[in-house]
């Protein structure tokens, strides 16, 4: 069911939220030029499809070629986006320069390998896809013993751990994708369908990584995983993207990756286990269990790359408060080009991410044609390696061109609406921080309600670069047009397109399609660019709600 929330949830703070500039003030020489509700609406209607189409298909085009860090598809997208933020009049966002540097390294494990348990060869690609994020030519595991630890969880708050009195040193974990609310549908137990962080699959590397574990492999199912097979095959296999580091990430697992659940199946049964009975075990409390003596063999054959990519950052100064900065943020990047396929090689990536990249582009030229610069900063990201494992977002929270307690908030775009107007607005994290109130309010403008994440099992609030910032504490918002299709002709266009959607995401069919209908994107857009407005010219600073894992 979509929850909605109506106007009760707007708060005093953001209705009284403007500043108001007494005559005291204006002899002081404080009051800065504003902008009439004349002009805002001037450039809130100067967001259209025209232009938005035209910036996605130029960043989707085959000349683009996928948008791969460190390719020469980046240095045409930062170029494009140069020439454009120039054009409309931003400034360079890192000093002199639009550009920060990203040092990166590719690791490209050869297809050429074997998964070897109990006496039987498993293929890469259709069985497996294996991998080692260790920044070195070759890593195996040797006969190492399998342990089955459910969710792979260590989560104290919730009294749950797999791991508990059990050493992994030298053995490979086998892990379920998801968290054990998903399992059961209990709202009581995590948080229910909705996945938290935990249910992540960079958390599960990263936790059998400290428990220290040799490898670490999960199991892939569809619906707790939220993608089919292909997402993994096609987003886990060429060049991984990985931060330059001087341990050479040796404090990762040697080997990590994914199995289909056939192969788990075989495994469980090898193993004289029933693969769902310890799903079902492993749902109900911390677990974990011995896989008899099966024990996997493999060699990772890594292609070592080292290179800069990088994030793009630009500016449009405050006239007051031009050291306080919105944050807008998109990924630029997308999976590039793969010459072992035949026929089409290139990952277009036109939703993901074009839409957000060219929605960067075309909010910020809404701000520009105001005949007034805001009083804070308005601040434009786009963002590297988001595909990689949100690397370009997770270097800048970590090396911010403008410091985290001068950042407002963020507001992410990410795979925009293409498939016509909502009459509501989902919300990924709703209840997270007071920007939704802010969404409220500009959603109210348009006839629009607010309703919470459509797939909350998908835990997508942890899946795109807001949540880098969100990490480092300033609010983020990430929110879309949402399932309530506006009149019946958008909902038959739905039934045609969403099906497509879904099957090109991170697909080679991610490309721009004039059966497309992105009336429903620059709606979104504008309640972005309304809710900007509104951050910039008032002295709130949206805070966390007193029950979001960001404020503990």
Same mark, same amino acid.
């Given at each position: 069911?979509?929850?909605?929330?109506?106007?009760?949830?707007?708060?005093?703070?953001?209705?009284?939220?403007?500043?108001?500039?007494?005559?005291?003030?204006?002899?002081?020489?404080?009051?800065?030029?504003?902008?009439?509700?004349?002009?805002?609406?001037?450039?809130?209607?100067?967001?259209?499809?025209?232009?938005?189409?035209?910036?996605?298909?130029?960043?989707?085009?085959?000349?683009?070629?996928?948008?791969?860090?460190?390719?020469?598809?980046?240095?045409?997208?930062?170029?494009?986006?140069?020439?454009?933020?120039?054009?409309?009049?931003?400034?360079?966002?890192?000093?002199?320069?639009?550009?920060?540097?990203?040092?990166?390294?590719?690791?490209?494990?050869?297809?050429?390998?074997?998964?070897?348990?109990?006496?039987?060869?498993?293929?890469?690609?259709?069985?497996?896809?294996?991998?080692?994020?260790?920044?070195? $030519?070759?890593?195996?595991?040797?006969?190492?013993?399998?342990?089955?630890?459910?969710?792979?969880?260590?989560?104290?708050?919730?009294?749950?751990?797999?791991?508990?009195?059990?050493?992994?040193?030298?053995?490979?974990?086998?892990?379920?994708?998801?968290?054990?609310?998903?399992?059961?549908?209990?709202?009581?137990?995590?948080?229910?369908?909705?996945?938290?962080?935990?249910?992540?699959?960079?958390?599960?590397?990263?936790?059998?990584?400290? =428990?220290?574990?040799?490898?670490?492999?999960?199991?892939?199912?569809?619906?707790?995983?939220?993608?089919?097979?292909?997402?993994?095959?096609?987003?886990?296999?060429?060049?991984?993207?990985?931060?330059?580091?001087?341990?050479?990430?040796?404090?990762?697992?040697?080997?990590?990756?994914?199995?289909?659940?056939?192969?788990a199946n075989e495994l469980f049964e090898?193993?004289?286990?029933?693969?769902?009975?310890?799903?079902?075990?492993?749902?109900?409390?911390?677990?974990?269990?011995?896989?008899?003596?099966?024990?996997?063999?493999?060699?990772?054959?890594?292609?070592?790359?080292?290179?800069?990519?990088?994030?793009?950052?630009?500016?449009?100064?405050?006239?007051?408060?031009?050291?306080?900065?919105?944050?807008?943020?998109?990924?630029?990047?997308?999976?590039?080009?793969?010459?072992?396929?035949?026929?089409?090689?290139?990952?277009?990536?036109?939703?993901?991410?074009?839409?957000?990249?060219?929605?960067?582009?075309?909010?910020?030229?809404?701000?520009?044609?105001?005949?007034?610069?805001? $009083?804070?900063?308005?601040?434009?990201?786009?963002?590297?390696?988001?595909? =990689?494992?949100?690397?370009?977002?997770?270097?800048?929270?970590a090396n911010p061109v403008i410091p985290?307690?001068?950042?407002?908030?963020?507001?992410?775009?990410?795979?925009?609406?293409?498939?016509?107007?909502?009459?509501?607005?989902?919300?990924?994290?709703?209840? =997270?921080?007071?920007?939704?109130?802010?969404?409220?309010?500009?959603?109210?403008? =348009?006839?629009?309600?607010?309703?919470?994440?459509?797939?909350?099992?998908?835990?997508?609030?942890?899946?795109?670069?807001?949540?880098?910032?969100?990490?480092?504490?300033?609010?983020?918002?990430?929110?879309?047009?949402?399932?309530?299709?506006?009149?019946?002709?958008?909902?038959?266009?739905?039934?045609?397109?969403?099906?497509?959607?879904?099957?090109?995401?991170?697909?080679?069919?991610?490309?721009?399609?004039?059966?497309?209908?992105?009336?429903?994107?620059?709606?979104?857009?504008?309640?972005?660019?309304?809710?900007?407005?509104?951050?910039?010219?008032?002295?709130?600073?949206?805070?966390?709600?007193?029950?979001?894992?960001?404020?503990?």
């Amino acid at each position: 069911m979509i929850k909605k929330i109506g106007l009760s949830l707007l708060s005093a703070t953001v209705l009284i939220g403007c500043v108001t500039i007494t005559s005291d003030d204006a002899a002081k020489g404080n009051a800065s030029p504003q902008n009439s509700a004349q002009e805002i609406s001037t450039s809130y209607d100067s967001i259209n499809t025209t232009q938005l189409i035209d910036h996605v298909k130029v960043l989707s085009s085959d000349k683009f070629g996928g948008r791969a860090p460190s390719s020469e598809g980046e240095k045409l997208t930062l170029d494009y986006l140069t020439e454009q933020f120039t054009a409309i009049g931003f400034k360079p966002g890192n000093g002199d320069s639009f550009l920060q540097e990203v040092p990166l390294v590719s690791i490209e494990a050869s297809s050429n390998m074997t998964l070897a348990i109990g006496g039987k060869n498993y293929q890469h690609g259709t069985d497996m896809v294996m991998g080692s994020a260790r920044i070195s $030519e070759l890593e195996q595991l040797k006969d190492s013993e399998l342990v089955f630890v459910g969710y792979g969880v260590n989560a104290p708050e919730y009294n749950w751990n797999d791991y508990e009195g059990l050493d992994v040193k030298g053995k490979t974990v086998v892990i379920l994708v998801n968290d054990p609310g998903f399992a059961t549908q209990d709202p009581a137990l995590f948080t229910g369908n909705a996945m938290t962080y935990y249910g992540r699959w960079t958390y599960k590397y990263e936790e059998a990584s400290r =428990q220290g574990a040799e490898g670490a492999i999960i199991i892939h199912e569809t619906a707790p995983a939220s993608y089919g097979w292909s997402v993994v095959k096609n987003s886990w296999t060429g060049p991984q993207f990985s931060f330059q580091r001087d341990d050479l990430n040796k404090d990762r697992v040697a080997v990590e990756g994914w199995i289909n659940s056939t192969v788990a199946n075989e495994l469980f049964e090898k193993a004289g286990l029933d693969f769902n009975k310890m799903k079902a075990r492993a749902a109900q409390g911390s677990f974990n269990i011995d896989m008899g003596n099966l024990g996997a063999s493999i060699t990772i054959k890594n292609t070592i790359k080292k290179s800069i990519s990088y994030n793009f950052i630009a500016t449009l100064p405050g006239q007051k408060k031009a050291d306080e900065h919105i944050l807008y943020s998109a990924h630029w990047d997308h999976l590039g080009t793969d010459l072992t396929k035949k026929g089409d090689q290139i990952y277009n990536g036109a939703r993901d991410n074009a839409t957000g990249t060219a929605a960067l582009i075309e909010v910020a030229e809404a701000f520009a044609k105001l005949p007034n610069t805001p $009083e804070r900063s308005i601040t434009f990201l786009a963002v590297t390696a988001e595909e =990689q494992g949100l690397l370009g977002s997770k270097f800048y929270a970590a090396n911010p061109v403008i410091p985290t307690a001068k950042t407002v908030a963020n507001i992410n775009m990410d795979a925009l609406n293409v498939n016509g107007k909502s009459k509501d607005v989902a919300v990924y994290g709703l209840g =997270q921080s007071e920007l939704d109130n802010f969404l409220t309010k500009a959603a109210i403008k =348009q006839s629009r309600e607010i309703s919470g994440d459509p797939r909350p099992a998908a835990g997508i609030y942890y899946r795109s670069d807001h949540f880098a910032f969100a990490n480092v504490g300033i609010p983020a918002l990430y929110a879309k047009g949402g399932a309530i299709p506006a009149d019946e002709a958008t909902a038959a266009l739905r039934a045609k397109l969403d099906p497509i959607l879904g099957k090109c995401y991170h697909g080679l069919c991610d490309e721009y399609s004039e059966e497309w209908d992105l009336t429903g994107a620059v709606e979104d857009m504008q309640l972005f660019f309304e809710i900007g407005i509104e951050l910039s010219k008032s002295d709130v600073w949206p805070q966390w709600s007193k029950t979001s894992e960001f404020t503990r």
